[in-house]
Antibody, heavy 119, light 106 residues
Framework: QVQLVQSGAAVKRPGSSVKVSCKAS????????INWVRQAPGQGLEWMGG????????NYAQKFQGRVTITTDESTSTAYMELSSLRSEDTAVYYC????????????WGQGTMVTVSS | EIVLTQSPGTLSLSPGERATLSCRAS???????LAWYQQKPGQAPRLLIY???SRATGIPDRFSGSGSGTDFTLTISRLEPEDFAVYYC???????FGQGTRLENK
């Protein structure tokens, strides 16, 4: 069974960048779309973008265009999400999630990474 | 852009009761592309239902999904204590989520 394990919590200054990792273990990595979803404290789920490792092509939600970069390293079965120009409103839990195209849903999720933006 | 509106915002019920959660889309959605997730405090979301009505692996049969077009429903036939959580619907093509319904123990 595939598991997604994310990097640990981070505290960042406004204006800086954060890079969160998501490592897959126990199954195929390259052929599934990997998405990033964030959740601000007490709020709902917000899709940020995703990538299919075998093609290396990412697509992003319009809201985050120009500020987010999603990449993968197939050699380590790891996906990355980098968010730049951080502001306090970016304080959130960031999740990676595997997309199963057959089910048309996000079937496996990472445990989440808390990113706090504070001066 | 499709908007998903979930209702009610909060649903207060007791164990053993039936829960009916609604997800309405601003335009027609393929039923193949509608999913439901459950999220408990401090945990990642968990896939419950995909394709509007198919249960994900390991999901008890008290959970069922239905609907088509713009109106979709998640039903929990008899609530168990572990079912109190927040539930989200999602439209696959856009990856957008509804705002969630909080199911609380009355």
């Amino acid at each position: 069974q595939v598991q997604l394990v994310q990097s640990g919590a981070a505290v960042k200054r406004p204006g800086s960048s954060v890079k969160v990792s998501c490592k897959a273990s126990g199954g195929t990595f390259s052929s599934y779309f990997i998405n990033w979803v964030r959740q601000a404290p007490g709020q709902g789920l917000e899709w940020m973008g995703g990538i299919i490792p075998s093609f290396g092509i990412a697509n992003y939600a319009q809201k985050f265009q120009g500020r987010v970069t999603i990449t993968t390293d197939e050699s380590t079965s790891t996906a990355y999400m980098e968010l730049s120009s951080l502001r306090s409103e970016d304080t959130a839990v960031y999740y990676c999630a595997r997309e199963d195209g057959h089910k048309a849903a996000f079937d496996i999720w990472g445990q989440g990474t808390m990113v706090t933006v504070s001066s | 852009e499709i908007v998903l509106t979930q209702s009610p915002g909060t649903l207060s019920l007791s164990p053993g009761e039936r829960a009916t959660l609604s997800c309405r889309a601003s335009q027609s959605v393929s039923s193949s592309y509608l999913a439901w997730y459950q999220q408990k405090p401090g945990q990642a979301p968990r896939l419950l239902i995909y394709g509007a009505s198919s249960r994900a692996t390991g999901i008890p049969d008290r959970f069922s999904g239905s609907g088509s077009g713009t109106d979709f429903t998640l039903t929990i036939s008899r609530l168990e204590p572990e079912d109190f959580a927040v539930y989200y619907c999602q439209q696959y093509g856009s990856s957008l989520f509804g705002q969630g319904t909080r199911l609380e123990n009355k």
